[in-house]
């Protein structure tokens, strides 16, 4: 009978280990998405204010723009 109970125990024993080591690398993974969305989020602000900066810009001096632009601009006045 005590052996039948030793066994039950370390079977538990084991399988509690696992969950924690399962529970661990789950964990750090959901860290490391955690930071790849909330950096993923800092990129899409960051690009959105420079958007909005140039169309400012833009909105501000009509001349404003890259080489590209005013080539364009060159080309469709011509």
Do not use: C, Y
Request: charged residues 35%; without cysteine; positive net charge.
């Amino acid at each position: 009978m005590q052996n039948a109970l030793f066994a039950r125990a370390a079977r538990a024993i084991e399988a509690s280990r696992i969950l924690r080591d399962q529970h661990r690398r789950v964990s750090e993974q959901h860290g490391r998405n955690l930071d790849a969305a909330r950096l993923a989020v800092m990129k899409s602000a960051m690009v959105r204010s420079e958007v909005k900066a140039h169309l400012d810009n833009r909105r501000k001096r009509p001349d404003f723009g890259t080489e590209a632009d005013n080539s364009r601009n060159r080309a469709t006045v011509s």
